[in-house]
């Protein structure tokens, strides 16, 4: 069954340090993968996806998140932390079937310090 | 803002009570899909309309229903609440099916069953 995997329950950083969140996955074919954002009492904002091509993907906010096929990894990426990052952080892939529906990781809650 | 508007933000009830829950897509979005957000249970997908259609069900419970209106909107229904109800519901809508996943979020409905 299809499955991600969020190792990292809740990860504190300083403001402007660099930051890497883990995301692992289970799937039987080349996967859509996406990072979504979720600020206090908000809806989730993608940050990222990728479909297919560069490995490296760029998305919005500055951050960046890297496909390696071999460890089944889709890691989120900013090379230096504003305090206004703090949020909650999901990885998902879409569904192998002909739904559209996404699988979400547990999420990883990212605390800033001044 | 993501376009996705739903209505109520929030909503507390008495267990075995009835809600509708409310979602406007993005203009020209035809999809909408239905996610709860619980804390034992993460982001689960409950269910996707296209185009007023059922395309896809998750893990939605018999008590929980959905449509899509002619105008796109779409209703999720939870009758006989329980406790365990208490949620954040996102409703998401896309431009077509087969997104594989890439979706925009409303900010979601808070629902409290007491």
């Known amino acids: 069954a299809q499955s991600v995997t969020q190792p990292d329950i809740h990860i504190t950083v300083s403001e402007g340090a660099s930051l890497e969140l883990r995301c692992n996955y289970s799937?039987?074919?080349?996967?859509?993968l996406f990072w979504y954002v979720q600020s206090p009492g908000q809806g989730l904002q993608l940050l990222l996806k990728?479909?297919?091509?560069?490995?490296l993907v760029q998305g919005i906010k500055g951050f960046e998140a890297e496909f390696k096929r071999s460890q089944s990894s889709f890691n989120l990426r900013k090379p230096s932390v504003h305090w206004s990052d703090a949020a909650e952080y999901f990885c998902?892939?879409?569904?192998?079937?002909?739904?559209?529906?996404?699988?979400f990781g547990t999420g990883t809650r990212l605390q800033v310090f001044p | 803002d993501s376009g996705v508007t739903q209505t109520p933000k929030h909503l507390i009830t008495a267990t075995g009570q009835r809600v509708t829950l409310r979602c406007s897509p993005r203009?020209?979005?035809?999809?909408v899909y239905w996610y709860q957000q619980s804390l034992d249970q993460g982001l689960q997908f409950l269910i996707q309309?296209?185009?007023?259609?059922?395309?896809a069900k998750g893990n939605i419970l018999e008590r929980f229903s959905a449509q899509q209106f002619p105008d796109l909107h779409s209703e999720l229904n939870l009758s006989s609440l329980e406790l365990g109800d208490s949620a954040l519901y996102f409703c998401?809508?896309?431009?077509?099916?087969?997104?594989?996943?890439?979706?925009?979020f409303g900010q979601g409905t808070r629902l409290t069953v007491v």
């Open positions: 309309y296209y185009n007023g259609e059922e395309r």
């Open positions: 998401a809508s896309s431009v077509i099916a087969g997104t594989r996943g890439e979706a925009f």
């Open positions: 799937y039987g074919a080349t996967p859509y």
């Open positions: 998902a892939v879409g569904a192998l079937t002909n739904t559209d529906k996404l699988i």
């Open positions: 203009s020209g979005d035809l999809s």
């Open positions: 990728y479909f297919s091509g560069d490995t």
